[in-house]
């Protein structure tokens, strides 16, 4: 039998919020698929549609926690694909630092286009 091997230790804090965010993005992605497919079709999203959806409270909150889950998840992931691909020691902190650095450069980043989308700035 293959030896099974994962960087995650089951039922670990990063092990429940990876599959946590899984299924957050799961069902906002189907809400951002179903609202921007068929609700609104492609030719009629436009700048202004967008600027006035982020004006929503709801709508706002929902995409900027989009945005944090959606990073979390693909920085975790990544993470520990590389660990179980072998990292470990002073390459296993650079990487967790640089990735650590590019996600909160893209929450931040994110945030500030949508707080600007909705007006608030």
Do not use: C, D
Request: glycine letters at 10%; zero cysteines.
């Amino acid at each position: 039998m293959a030896e099974r091997y994962s960087s995650f230790t089951p039922g670990g804090t990063g092990w429940f919020l990876q599959r946590v965010t899984a299924a957050f993005l799961v069902v906002v992605l189907a809400f951002h698929f179903f609202l921007l497919h068929f609700v609104n079709h492609a030719y009629e999203v436009s700048f202004m549609g967008t600027q006035a959806r982020m004006e929503n409270i709801g709508y706002f909150l929902t995409m900027v926690l989009f945005l944090v889950t959606a990073a979390f998840h693909g920085v975790n992931g990544v993470y520990n694909a590389l660990v179980n691909q072998g990292l470990e020691g002073t390459q296993k902190k650079v990487v967790l630092a640089v990735l650590t650095i590019a996600g909160v450069g893209l929450v931040a980043q994110g945030t500030y286009v949508a707080l600007t989308m909705a007006g608030m700035i």
